[in-house]
C-alpha cells in the first residue's frame, strides 16, 4: 500500500503537498488514557510523521470502556506501549515512540515538537505542560472532561495561570464525552499542522444542559503578563 491510496480522502480534501507536509510534522500526547486514546487513534492515522506518547500508568479494568485503544487482554501493561504498538499496526507510515515515566522526568530529555497535547488527568500536570511549553516556544492544546463536560484550549500565548491549580481528580465520566471532546482537540491539532487556521488562545467549553441540549461556550484566554 502506498501513501496516496492509505490516505485518499484526506489528499482529496486538502491535496498531495499538504498531505506530504504532514509526514515532517513530529508531535507529543502527554497521557495515554482516555484523551490520549482518542488523540492516537485520530491523529496517528492521518500521516503525521512522528508521535511520542508518555504515560507511567497501566491498564485497569475500568479504563476500558472510554479508553479506546485498549482491551480487557491489555490489563496490566504499560498505556503509551499498548497504545504505540497498536498504531505501528494500523499505520505503516508512522514512527511511534512510548516513554514509560511521568511529564517531569520526560522534559528533562528536550525533545523539539511542533505540538504537544495535553491528555492528562490533572491540573498541576498542566501547567507543567504550560510552563515547558512557553520555555520551548511549542504550542500546545489543552483539554479536559469531566462528566458531561468538556473544553479545549490551543494554548499560544495566553497564559494557562487562570487556572486554579488544585489537585482536583475528575468524577464520573461518560464514555463519549472523552471522544467527543478528544475528536475536537485532533481536529484543532490536525488543522494547525496541516497550515490551516486555527483559533488560539480560545477556551471552547461544551456542555449537556438540563434538556439534553449540546452548548458551546466560547471564553478568550488572558495573555501572558509582562511584568515580573
Given at each position: 500500500m502506498t501513501q496516496e491510496e492509505y490516505f485518499n480522502r484526506q489528499i482529496q480534501l486538502w491535496g498531495e503537498e499538504t498531505q506530504m507536509s504532514l509526514?515532517?510534522?513530529?508531535?507529543?500526547?502527554?497521557?495515554?488514557?482516555?484523551?490520549?486514546?482518542?488523540?492516537?487513534m485520530a491523529l496517528g492515522t492521518s500521516g503525521i510523521g512522528e508521535i511520542h506518547m508518555v504515560d507511567f500508568d497501566t491498564v485497569s479494568g475500568h479504563n476500558i470502556h472510554r479508553q479506546i485503544a485498549f482491551t480487557l487482554e491489555d490489563e496490566g501493561k504499560n498505556k503509551a506501549q499498548v497504545v504505540t504498538s497498536l498504531l505501528e499496526k494500523k499505520n505503516p507510515f508512522l514512527k511511534t515512540e512510548a516513554f514509560d515515566m511521568r511529564f517531569e522526568a520526560f522534559k528533562e530529555m528536550e525533545h523539539h515538537y511542533d505540538l504537544i497535547l495535553d491528555a492528562t488527568d490533572n491540573l498541576p500536570v498542566r501547567a507543567e505542560i504550560d510552563m515547558y511549553a512557553k520555555k520551548t516556544g511549542t504550542p500546545w492544546i489543552y483539554a479536559s472532561v469531566e462528566g458531561y463536560n468538556g473544553q479545549v484550549c490551543f494554548f499560544d500565548k495566553a497564559t494557562f495561570q487562570v487556572f486554579n491549580i488544585s489537585d482536583h481528580r475528575p468524577g464520573g465520566i461518560t464514555a463519549p464525552i472523552v471522544m467527543h471532546?478528544?475528536?475536537?482537540?485532533?481536529?484543532?491539532?490536525?488543522?494547525?499542522?496541516?497550515?490551516?487556521?486555527?483559533?488560539?488562545?480560545?477556551?471552547?467549553?461544551?456542555?449537556?444542559?438540563?434538556?439534553?441540549?449540546?452548548?458551546?461556550?466560547?471564553?478568550?484566554?488572558?495573555?501572558?503578563?509582562?511584568?515580573?
Open positions: 509526514t515532517n510534522k513530529k508531535i507529543a500526547i502527554i497521557g495515554s488514557g482516555g484523551l490520549g486514546c482518542t488523540l492516537a471532546i478528544g475528536s475536537l482537540q485532533a481536529n484543532l491539532a490536525l488543522r494547525y499542522l496541516a497550515g490551516l487556521p486555527v483559533m488560539k488562545d480560545m477556551l471552547y467549553y461544551l456542555y449537556f444542559d438540563g434538556n439534553g441540549e449540546l452548548v458551546t461556550q466560547k471564553f478568550g484566554m488572558p495573555k501572558e503578563s509582562c511584568e515580573s
